[in-house]
């Protein structure tokens, strides 16, 4: 919405300009796209079902980073703790009080949305570099919390969770049905009064006050909706996994998350879709290649070694070369095809 | 007793690691997340200088440090220099992505087992009694060095050309660089200094107990003790890993031996939300709303 089209598209009210799609090719590979999303599980094996099937789960709880991080500009690295709440949330529930899966979702986003209240009651006072920290002080006092009932109730190495849904086929469309409502919810919050007062702050938050933007309402708005999303990947996540433990929710998993956004690109629900993308499958395309040169038989040990130093060296390298993230690349070459056919050479 | 010197040994490894940040932050501006990591490779310089240089266990000790420092100097140069200038959040990043390709290329390199560089040195550790209280000698060096390194550090920034260099960048780089302070050479010198006492701490500690995996908490954990002190102060950083060690030990012995990975976050939010800028910090230095 609102990037500016290089010729023939005009928008002439706004209620054009706000349109998510607004050309007839956008229309078009939509539909292409949607078609391609619902009939994936008829033609994809398993190992790619359940490939598919951790990328939306992702992309549930990028969007969530992206919409907090990316948009209101509100640095968090308590990510995983979210996710741990939300998944505890479910596990508790369920092993307590054998609660059903319709109602342990919502239950654990509203845990998310309370916990998203404590998160955020620091960015009224702190900002940049001491917010991270204080989200990250949170996050260690819920896997804290989630750990000391791991232990109390004698699970010690994790909830176990039956999933209603046992078939990877119906996990399938059921996250989909989610992680395409989480999108569509994240956009037209963005292109509403609220997404609209978050990049204002992003930009400058005094300004954002003087423009009339309530600025702690709206700081605190993005850390309720962005923690109840996050909760609610979390709450799913456990259900997929038909498993939680604390151990699951470490300091890796915000820096993977961190890394989606940034590797996606900042301020972009695309880049967040795309980070998701590749954080998840970067690993595997890993061990593939190392299958390919032959190494995998000797290295099968080290595997885990050799993705985390890649991992890292790849952030580095997007961070260093790529601040844009693959956002920035896909624009690029889109502003590369405009000039299609070539006739004339570009300035 | 033996709880008082508990908390005292705590504190010194906190405050050894601690003035790492506190060193960057203070000339840089940059937080660096990947201490813990530049931490634990200095403890797996000893282990390799330990068997390059059998029955030397001075010159392995001295080549380890000097090494520890080259590779903060390498850090700046290759990769830090580069992120000068931009944004808060970018930097930090860079340094947690570069926290996790060390974690990654040393379990690579040396694999996960633990290692005992003390025997590797084949240097006795001894129990010694304090009072009524027992120390053991690494822990008992590992609370001289804290002393050496901050008595050193304050000689350095006090009266040190190179020091009130490092002083006047972390105060205003603009006017620094006018006055022909370089400051890549400044924050390359903060870089290898913060690494060299991090290596130390690393060491130490490994020779201490054993090398292993948990190591990097440790740094994490060194962490909240630089911010309740106040991340620009030194002095701060001293008296932040007392509290923060003080609180640890007392929770670990009279609540639960679980707490202690959460004792210091729990002080460090407590600090967070009734002084911000820590105990000694420079209170205009704080981004705050």
Not at chain 1, 81 to 99: D, Q, V, Y
Not at chain 1, 246 to 253: G, N, P, R, T
Request: net charge positive.
């Amino acid at each position: 919405m609102s990037v500016p089209r290089a010729s023939g598209y005009f928008r002439t009210s706004y209620r054009e300009d706000q349109r998510l799609l607004d050309t007839r090719s956008q229309r078009s590979w939509f539909v292409v796209f949607a078609l391609a999303m619902l009939g994936f599980p008829l033609l994809a094996g398993t190992f790619a079902l359940d490939l598919a099937n951790q990328v939306l789960l992702a992309s549930i709880g990028a969007v969530a980073l992206m919409l907090l991080t990316g948009y209101a500009g509100q640095i968090s690295l308590g990510h995983a703790g979210l996710m741990a709440a939300g998944a505890f949330t479910a596990g508790i529930l369920f092993k307590e009080l054998a609660a059903p899966f319709w109602a342990t979702v919502p239950a654990s986003a509203a845990v998310g949305a309370l916990l998203g209240l404590a998160f955020g009651l620091p960015s009224l006072r702190l900002r940049g570099l001491y917010l991270a920290v204080s989200t990250l002080a949170l996050h260690f006092i819920v896997i804290y919390a989630g750990s000391e009932y791991e232990t109390r109730r004698g699970f010690s190495t994790g909830v176990v969770i039956d999933s209603p849904i046992a078939d990877a086929r119906a996990w399938y469309y059921v996250l989909l049905a989610f992680a395409a409502a989480a999108v569509l919810v994240s956009l037209n919050l963005l292109r509403s009064r609220t997404g609209r007062a978050w990049r204002a702050i992003r930009a400058r938050d005094t300004v954002a006050g003087a423009l009339g933007i309530g600025v702690q309402g709206a700081k605190l708005s993005a850390f309720v909706i962005s923690s109840a999303l996050a909760a609610l990947s979390g709450c799913l996540f456990a259900y997929y996994r038909g498993f939680v433990s604390a151990e699951a929710f470490s300091l890796y998993l915000t820096i993977q998350y961190v890394a989606m956004i940034i590797i996606g690109g900042m301020g972009s629900i695309l880049g967040a879709l795309l980070g998701s993308v590749f954080v998840v499958l970067f690993p595997y395309a890993i061990e593939a290649a190392m299958k390919s040169v032959g190494l995998a038989e000797q290295l099968s040990s080290l595997l885990f070694a050799v993705n985390y130093a890649a991992f890292g060296l790849v952030m580095i390298l997007f961070l260093v070369l790529e601040p844009l993230g693959l956002v920035g690349i896909w624009r690029r070459v889109q502003d590369w095809l405009l000039l299609w056919p070539f006739r004339q050479k570009p300035l | 007793m033996q709880l008082a010197v508990n908390v005292l040994v705590l504190a010194s490894i906190y405050a050894l690691v601690s003035c790492g940040y506190v060193l960057i932050y203070r000339t840089s501006r940059v937080l660096s997340l990947a201490h813990g990591e530049l931490m634990m490779l200095g403890a797996y310089g000893l282990v390799m200088t330990a068997s390059l240089f059998r029955g030397h266990p001075l010159i392995a000790i001295a080549a380890s440090a000097g090494l520890a420092g080259v590779v903060g100097l390498l850090v700046y140069a290759l990769l830090m220099r580069r992120m000068t200038g931009e944004a808060v959040l970018a930097a930090v990043l860079t340094t947690i992505a570069l926290g996790i390709l060390l974690r990654g290329s040393m379990l690579l390199i040396w694999g996960a087992q633990e290692y005992h560089p003390l025997r590797a040195l084949e240097l006795p550790n001894p129990s010694l009694p304090v009072a009524s209280a027992r120390i053991s000698a690494v822990a008992l060096a590992l609370v001289l060095s804290t002393a050496a390194v901050y008595a050193g550090l304050w000689a350095f920034l006090r009266f040190g050309a190179w020091g009130i260099r490092m002083r006047a960048a972390g105060q205003n780089p603009l006017l620094a660089a006018q006055r022909g302070v370089g400051l890549h050479g400044v924050y390359a010198l903060a870089w290898a200094l913060a690494t060299f006492t991090g290596g130390l701490a690393g060491m130490l500690i490994a020779s201490d107990a054993a090398l292993e995996q948990t190591m990097v908490v440790i740094g994490l954990k060194a962490f909240p003790a630089a911010l309740v002190g106040g991340l620009d102060s030194l002095l701060g950083a001293l008296a932040g890993s007392l509290i923060v060690a003080t609180a640890e030990v007392l929770l670990i012995h009279y609540v639960d031996p679980l707490v202690s990975d959460v004792a210091p976050f729990v002080v460090l939010l407590a600090m967070l939300v009734v002084r911000p800028w820590g105990l000694f910090g420079t209170r205009e230095e704080l981004d705050r709303v």
